[in-house]
């Protein structure tokens, strides 16, 4: 059994509306002996958007720090963050990471070229081939400029977004891309990275967690062991999204552990 979250968010995120508290009591509900929050930090998000996905860091720090004093005895609160990188904010970033003790780091990527592949502008001027593959590219770019963070979050998420239904369910395949991805699996490895398996696809209707099994066995196949597992909850009522369902998957495989995180530090938990 999965016993720990490490992709939640808090109404420290603007898309998510719950506070820390309500996170937390759905976790000790669940079972959950640890979770990690992980809200949004995404320096230079577009201002053109309605939501900012910055947050004041302090306050943040603060409400955690009670929280995990008050539900000590219940249920491990650890002090996560979820990046949104992009080449040209690596030095915000870094300032950021070095000034606070994070357990855990999630770098994801959520804009490229600045534009949000969530808003329709993205995909007006290129095919869904082209869309996705362009995500992927910036990934590795940004990966190489950045390795302030622990895992990789949600690598095909971008398929979510895609116009076409047929691409979310049917068309998307690691093979079509498997030259782009296979650079950003590499680029994640020379770096000791690990990747999580974000379960909001299940949620999205996806039928596969992020990324998709083909992913998740290359992973494997190149020698990566650091998996963490997340559901990206944005509402109590998602927490642990399905984590019977990615345990399985990720056993099937054959991977016999996911990684959980401390202080910075790996910590192999049996599956
Ligand atoms: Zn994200
Ligand atoms: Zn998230």
Request: a negative charge; proline letters at 4%; charged letters at 25%.
């Amino acid at each position: 059994m999965i016993t720990a979250d490490f992709h939640v968010h808090s109404n420290f995120s603007s898309d998510c509306k719950a506070s820390m508290e309500e996170m937390i009591n759905q976790g000790i509900r669940q079972g959950l002996k640890t979770l990690c929050f992980t809200d949004h930090m995404d320096f230079d998000y577009p201002s053109i958007y309605s939501y900012s996905f910055g947050m004041e860091i302090e306050d943040y720090l603060k409400e955690l720090r009670l929280m995990k004093e008050k539900y000590e005895s219940q249920i491990e609160i650890l002090t996560g963050i979820e990046l949104g990188i992009q080449p040209h904010v690596t030095n915000q970033m870094e300032t950021l990471i070095n000034k606070y003790p994070f357990d855990f780091i999630i770098g994801s990527v959520h804009v490229v070229d600045k534009v949000d592949p969530y808003y329709p502008e993205y995909w007006e001027k290129r095919s869904e081939e082209e869309g996705i593959l362009r995500w992927f590219e910036a990934m590795n770019e940004g990966y190489k400029s950045f390795q302030g963070f622990h895992v990789c979050g949600h690598i095909d998420y971008i398929v979510r977004y895609a116009p076409s239904s047929k691409v979310k369910y049917n068309e998307y395949s690691y093979a079509f891309y498997s030259d782009v991805l296979d650079e950003i699996l590499k680029t994640l490895l020379k770096y000791g990275k690990g990747i999580e398996v974000n379960s909001s696809g299940f949620k999205y209707g996806l039928g596969h967690p992020h990324p998709k099994t083909e992913i998740l066995e290359r992973y494997k196949e190149l020698g990566g062991e650091i998996i963490t597992i997340g559901s990206d909850a944005h509402q109590p009522e998602h927490l642990c999204y399905d984590f019977d369902l990615v345990a399985s998957l990720l056993k099937e495989i054959g991977y016999r552990y996911y990684t959980i995180f401390k202080e910075g530090k790996p910590i192999m938990e049996r599956l």
